[in-house]
């Protein structure tokens, strides 16, 4: 039997459902398609204010996409620190940040080709 994989944009609607549930901070997302040699197709980026609001974002995340979509992400990273988490759903690559590490990397610019849309601007 082939198992139904979901589609990316049913993924991204979840990931973002997961975030608006715990008031994830200015939530964008990076279209990544256009660009050659990019190792998934979209990024989703947001912060938490706190480690603990970071990982209760992942948490969210987690269990919003696992309930809906049967999914688990492939690979996360950075939990443990709950500064910069990483969720690795494939096609679509989510960071968690802490406002000071996102400023600080600033992955928005490093990507500046990508197409980035404003998905979520909770305060």
Known sequence: MVKDIPNTETLISKIIGGIEKVKGVEANLLDLRPIQNT????FIICS?????????IVSSIHKTVSKNLKEKPYHTEGAENGEWVLIDYI????????????????LESLWGDAQT???????
Not at 50 to 56: I, Y
């Open 39 to 42: 190792v998934c197709s979209y």
């Open 48 to 56: 938490g204010t706190s480690n603990t609001h970071v990982n209760a």
């Open 91 to 106: 096609d679509v690559v989510v960071h968690v940040f802490q406002k000071q590490i996102r400023d600080r990397y600033n």
């Open 117 to 123: 849309t404003q998905i979520a601007s909770n305060y």
